[in-house]
């Protein structure tokens, strides 16, 4: 079993949906989580980051983690094409380093 | 501004063949940090930089792979006698310090033959 589990996609969904992407995890000392948007081709950028459980907004996204169940969501609202991408989650257990990455999930929004 | 730039942005192998990679950190960043990523596969780390000082190589899958930052700005990343499992996206990352947000260059896409 890896570290860190995601579901590979591809997730296509109409423009304006909303999306749930997920990851789930072993690690019970991880406590920093993060989501990165990757373009093809591009490097990731961090679209946001949480420490232990609880959500956090950010616009049109909100990431959520449950400790407890060692899960993690990123939620994205009235999806635009534009955020058609590979998501990938990452988490540590001390910020900025050894992030463990998942494999990505890879989402496209049809116009 | 500029952001992190890596080059070669392609770079074919032979299998056996030396390879340097290269990656330009933004400006004024102290920590620098090398990824590999294989096809369909979210990044592995490889090692880190705090400026000249390489302070975690434990992601470094064999001896073969080398990493440098000597004057604390640009780093190369060798991989000596290439080997088909080499072949990956290898991604550089920089932050202001280690616990900033890191900024990801586009990666070098090596293919080993």
């Known amino acids: 079993q890896k570290e860190v589990e995601q579901d590979p996609g591809p997730l296509s969904v109409p423009e304006g949906a909303i999306v749930s992407l997920n990851c789930t995890y072993s690690n019970s000392a991880f406590q920093y989580f993060m989501w990165y948007r990757q373009y093809s081709r591009k490097g990731p950028e961090l679209l946001m980051y949480t420490y232990s459980s609880g959500n956090k907004e950010d616009g049109r996204f909100t990431a959520q983690v449950d400790k407890s169940s060692k899960y993690i969501s990123l939620f994205i609202r009235d999806s635009q094409p534009s955020d058609s991408a590979t998501y990938l989650c990452?988490?540590?257990?001390?910020?900025?380093?050894?992030?463990?990455f998942g494999p990505g999930t890879r989402l496209s929004v049809l116009p | 501004g500029a952001g992190v730039s890596q080059s070669p942005r392609y770079k074919v192998a032979k299998r056996g063949q030396d390879v340097a990679l290269r990656c330009d950190p933004i400006?004024?960043?102290?920590?620098l940090f090398w990824y590999q990523q294989a096809l369909g596969q979210g990044p592995e780390f490889l090692t880190y930089f705090q400026n000249e000082a390489q302070l975690d190589k434990s992601g470094l899958p064999s001896d073969r792979f080398f990493a440098e930052r000597p004057e604390g700005s640009v780093s190369t990343l060798k991989i000596q006698r290439t080997q088909q499992e080499d072949s990956a996206v290898y991604l550089c990352?920089?932050?202001?310090?280690?616990?900033?947000?890191?900024?990801f260059g586009p990666g070098t896409r090596l293919t080993v033959l």
């Open positions: 400006s004024g960043h102290v920590s």
């Open positions: 990352a920089s932050s202001l310090g280690v616990t900033d947000t890191q900024y």
């Open positions: 990452a988490m540590s257990e001390y910020y900025g380093q050894n992030f463990v």
